[in-house]
Every structure is written in C-alpha cells, then in structure tokens.
C-alpha cells in the first residue's frame, strides 16, 4: 500500500495570509490526525478526524481548521498565519482495526511564515 | 491535558554502547506507543504497550511498561549508527465515544558517535 501522502512539502508564507495543507491517508484508514512539530513544543496534536467528524481537537487557536472528505482525505487550514506558525505539519493515518491504534506518519509539510 | 516526562532529553553514546530513554507520567496510563523519527523524517511506530508489565522486544530493542502503568522504558542493545534519531513515547488516551489522542513527549535525541 502506498504511505501517507502530504502536500505541498515546502511552503513559504507571509505574515497575514492563509495556507491549505492536504494529507491522503493510507487506503482504507478512516481516521486522520494533524500535528505540529517545532523545536521548542515538540510534537503538539493538533486535531483528529474519523469519517468527515472531527472527533478530537488539541488546544490550538481557532485560527487552525481542518476537515475530512469522503473518500477520507483531509486538509487543514491556518487563518491569519503569524511567524510562530513556522513548523512541519504532519499527518497521520490510523486505521483502527485489532486494537491497534498506531499512527502512520506522511513526510510533513515545511511552512515557513515570513 | 496529561503530561509525560521524558529523560534524558539527549544522550550521546559510543557506537557499541547501550541506550535508555525513560518516560514517566504522574497518572495511570491506559497504554503507550514509542516512535523513532530519524534526523529529517518523520516518525515511524515502534511499538505499543498495553499491559500492566509488558516486556516487548524487537531484535535489539526491548520496551517495558511499568507495573503501575505510569512508567515506560525503551532500551537499546549495543547501539548502531542507524540507531540516531530521536525516540518519541505517546500515551494514547481513549476518552470515549470513540475519541483519542496521542499525547508525545519531548522525546530523547539519540546521537552514536562510531
């Protein structure tokens, strides 16, 4: 099966201005999860989401959004970015089934706010 | 939310040597994933733990969990230059309804020097 894809893998933004990040799930995961990851924080979960419902969110401002498609795709998006946003935004698949709960991880998506 | 510590945050080894990375938390934990994510990727599952106790092993690797369920450990075995990364542990927190959440430590960055 083909991994967890995220695009785009590189980003530079500006103060101010919106970004749209997409993640594909591993085929047949139904539950989706974003992180941000920063030197400083570390890995923060940012929200979760299992057919189109966002069933769990982190402590992040309103400013971070996502959703999930039917064919269980998702985005996410960041409102009026600020330079703290810098960081690699990673996605996560899960496909639920056992027990098992692992996460499959995406390569990230670098956003650099300027 | 519920916090884990984890320590060392670095640990520098001769090539050869053994490596302990320990994660502690001050509640009970249902269960608790360890991920390795290598210097410019992004993390990769390692294990899950679920029982009081459990003692897993992958070659060189042997995870524990702790007989109260509050402490973890991941230790590895005559270290190896592909041994670099930084170890993760994640408590997975069911809180019902079908909502989870991974909750990562800071994580230990292992370097192995040859």
């Known amino acids: 099966k083909a991994g967890v894809t995220q695009t785009p893998r590189y980003l530079i933004k500006t103060r101010g201005q919106q970004v749209t990040l997409s993640c594909s799930p591993i085929s047949g995961h139904r539950s989706v999860s974003w992180y941000q990851q920063t030197p400083g924080q570390g890995l923060q979960f940012l929200f979760e989401y299992f057919s189109e419902t966002q069933r769990n969110k982190g402590n992040f401002p309103g400013r971070f959004s996502g959703r999930q498609f039917s064919n269980s795709r998702s985005e996410m998006n960041v409102s009026t970015l600020e330079l703290g946003d810098s960081a690699l935004y990673l996605c996560?698949?899960?496909?639920?089934?056992?027990?098992?709960?692992?996460?499959?991880f995406g390569p990230g998506t670098r956003l650099t706010v300027t | 939310g519920q916090q884990v510590m984890q320590i060392p945050q670095y640990q520098h080894v001769q090539e050869g040597e053994d490596f302990t990375t320990y994660c502690n938390s001050s509640?009970?934990?249902?269960?608790i994933q360890w991920y390795k994510q290598r210097p410019g990727g992004h993390p990769v599952f390692l294990i899950q733990?679920?029982?009081?106790?459990e003692v897993k092993k992958q070659k060189r690797l042997t995870f524990q969990f702790g007989e109260a369920k509050k402490n973890s450990s991941l230790h590895i075995t005559a270290t190896q230059t592909t041994d670099v990364g930084t170890y993760f542990c994640a408590p997975f927190l069911y809180s019902g309804a079908g909502s989870y959440q991974l909750t990562f430590g800071k994580g230990t960055k292992l370097s192995v020097i040859p």
């Open positions: 733990l679920v029982k009081s106790g």
């Open positions: 509640t009970t934990l249902s269960n």
């Open positions: 996560a698949s899960s496909s639920e089934t056992g027990g098992r709960y692992e996460q499959y």
